[in-house]
Structures are given as C-alpha cells and as structure tokens.
C-alpha cells in the first residue's frame, strides 16, 4: 500500500532501523546518545516482562535509559560496587537516597561539616517530614555516643566541605552496621580515584557528578553506588520522583569520566603544592588540606587514600576578613571565583556566601568558617603559573 507523504516523513527510519541496527554485525566505537522519550512494544507480554520482571529492555525514559545505564557502570566499575545511578544533580541524588532510607520518627547522626544544602536539608528539611539529625563531629565524638534505637542512618563526607576533614570509615561503618544503620558517604571531594568508601564499609556512595566526575563545567548532575540491593530500591524512588539526568547530560558525564584518572592526578599535585605554598606564606592564616604534614587529618588520609594522592581541594584562611578576599579575587590573573569546582581550571569559591550561605553566622562559626576564608579547586594549569598568580595577588593585599 502506497503511503501518503506525511506518513513516511513519520515513520521511515525509525523504529524498523533500530531493529535492524540491533542484528548488525559492528557497533558503535562510541556509544550513542538515545532521546527516545518511550519504545515500541510488539504485543503487550515485552512491557510486563520488563516492567514486572526485570527482562532487558526500555519502556519508558524515567524508568531506565541506555545512556543512563552505561553511565551507571562506568561509575560503579570505578568504585568497585555492585551498581549504579545517575540523578539529576548531587542534591537529587542526596535527597532521594535518604527519603528512600528513613521514615517518620527515624534518626541520623551526620557530620555538621558537609556541603550546606546538605546540611541545610538534614537539620531542617527533614523535620517536615518527621526525621532528626544529630551532628556531631566526627574526628572528636564517637558516633557510637549518639546512636540511638531508631538511628538508621550514619552520614558524612571522605574529604569534608570545606574544612578537608577526614573520618575513619571503617569506624563509621561498623558502628552504624552494629546498631542496625547505614553508612552513606558522600566521595565527591575525593573521587573513587583518592578513595574507595565501599572498600571500608559505606553502603552507598554519593555524588555531585556536577563536579570532578563531569569535569567541564558543563554539566550537572549526581550519582549514587552500592550493592545491587540497595541500588534496585533505590531505582523505583529514582522512577517515582523523576530525578533522572538527561540523555544527553549522561553521555557527557561518560565521557569525562574517560578522562578522570589523569584529570584527578594532576589536580591533586596542584593541590598538594599550592597548599604546601599557602602554609608557607605570612599573609596565610591557616591552610585545611589532608596531604600537609600539620593536617590531624593526614594519618587518617594516608590509611584511607592508599598513596593516591589528596586530592585538589584546599581551604585557606587568610587575616582579615570579606574586603581582603574581594582584593585577592580582583588580583588574581588566572585564577576565577566561580561557585563550584573541579572544572580543568583552578577556581576559588567563597564558603559563607557560596556553599554555605544558606547557613546562620552561629552555624559558620560551629563548623569553623570564617569571613576570611576561601575554598580552592586546583586545575589543570602549570603548577609554576598556579603559584605565580597567587604570589603576586597577595603582594597586593
């Protein structure tokens, strides 16, 4: 039968391709970005044996993606988990695992010194919903202090925002464990390349894939590891609150992370020197960094990075206060204030008005920020012209 010219302008080179795409004898060298929104079913058995039974196979885009899925292997290969998940940004992916967690009338102990919407979900946004957090510090306290009946979750970060602080893992992991909880740890700062927090005991492992993983600054994203039990419950909240990243935003995170071993190497030699150069310098109050010598952190970081490196992140407090901070960032040359990281250039973000703005003065002040801080995401750049910026910034100051 002879169609009309709207009908083949509809249908030619679609669905029927793909399935002779799918008998071919080559594949893709890379793999392809799929935006089908939906698939094509033959009869109605392929949907309830995919939907119902797990058979290989698509339906429909929030609840599974190829580009999606291949990302999700990429990540959880790197970490050496079971799983994984892509979400549509850090918060997504921090938010539905722990909705997917705990109930009303539950308990979480979690680090004060995590990223500050984090915080600022834990300590507020979650007593909506019936669930208090207690945060203690946890190179100070023992969890094991703070545990309670209805404690089911333990939360905390392997490099801590933004004061590079680092726990011990394995002591979080074995006391939740022993009391029933989970471990979630967010590994953003780190990378699976500076540490593994599934080798000592954390039950999921948490990204802002915005981040060091997606690497460009072009995109934004999150991401979640773990068992393949904790991964598959945690897959039907993904579906149920439409959190799912992009096609498009999955494809570029897999191909950054391509690249993320060398990437990560590099900003952690930069990150080691430029911290080595602040310690150093009379206008320098303090410097927050896990690799120095003089970090409490620094036993804990040998143990748990395993001669990976420290990572690029640093913090770095300087004498004076915002006016002093607002001299350095007009006469760095180089170096930009963005309110990020882990892009391929060297950045500097300013923690009260940035990353934590949303938190109190008392609150800052808890956790020990100050008005003269900074947190610095070293890049790509020769590491000379790195210093040289610095060095004649702060002449300036």
């Known amino acids: 039968m002879e169609k009309g010219d709207a009908t083949k302008y509809v249908h030619t080179g679609n669905g029927e391709l793909c399935y002779e795409l799918n008998k071919a004898l080559t594949v893709p060298e890379t793999f392809p970005i799929y935006l089908s929104s939906a698939y094509i079913f033959d009869s109605i058995d392929p949907i309830d044996k995919i939907c119902d039974e797990g058979a290989p196979g698509y339906a429909y885009f929030r609840l599974g993606n190829p580009n999606a899925d291949a990302t999700s292997q990429i990540l959880a290969a790197g970490d050496g988990a079971e799983k994984g998940l892509v979400f549509s940004s850090g918060m997504a992916a921090i938010t539905t695992s722990i909705l997917a967690t705990v109930k009303p009338g539950d308990h979480i102990v979690a680090s004060p010194i995590i990223y500050g ?83 000592y005991g954390a039950d999921l492992v948490i990204y802002s894939a915005t981040k060091y993983l997606g690497g460009h600054d072009d995109l934004v994203g999150g991401a979640v590891v773990g068992s393949e039990e904790i991964i598959k419950s945690l897959s039907f909240y993904l579906g149920l609150y439409g959190a799912n990243l992009g096609a498009t935003e999955s494809w570029l995170l897999a191909r950054s992370l391509r690249t993320l071993p060398l990437r990560v190497k590099k900003m952690a030699e930069n990150g080691l020197a430029l911290a080595k150069f602040f310690e150093s310098h009379p206008k320098v109050e303090k410097v927050y960094y896990p690799g120095l010598e003089s970090s409490p952190s620094k036993a804990l970081a040998d143990k748990q990075f395993e001669g990976n490196g420290y990572g690029g992140m640093l913090c770095v407090n300087f004498k004076g206060g915002q006016k002093e901070i607002d001299k350095l960032i007009s006469n760095l040359q180089l170096v930009r204030f963005v309110p990020t990281l882990a892009g391929v250039g060297t950045t500097l973000t300013y923690p009260p008005r940035a990353s934590h703005r949303d938190l109190s003065p008392d609150e800052l002040a808890a956790i020990g920020i100050t008005m003269g801080q900074i947190r610095l995401s070293s890049g790509l750049e020769d590491t000379d012209d790195l210093l040289n910026d610095f060095d004649q910034a702060l002449a300036k100051m």
């Open 117 to 199: 919407e984090a915080f600022y979900y834990l300590k507020y946004e979650l007593k909506r919903w019936g669930v208090e957090t207690t945060f203690i510090d946890f190179n100070t306290q023992d969890v094991a202090d703070y545990i309670r009946p209805n404690t089911k979750l333990v939360y905390g970060e392997t490099i801590a925002n933004p004061l590079m602080s680092v726990p011990d893992i394995q002591h979080l992991a074995d006391v939740a464990h022993a009391n029933g909880a989970k471990l979630f740890i967010d590994n953003t700062f780190a990378t699976s390349i500076i540490a593994k927090p599934i080798k």
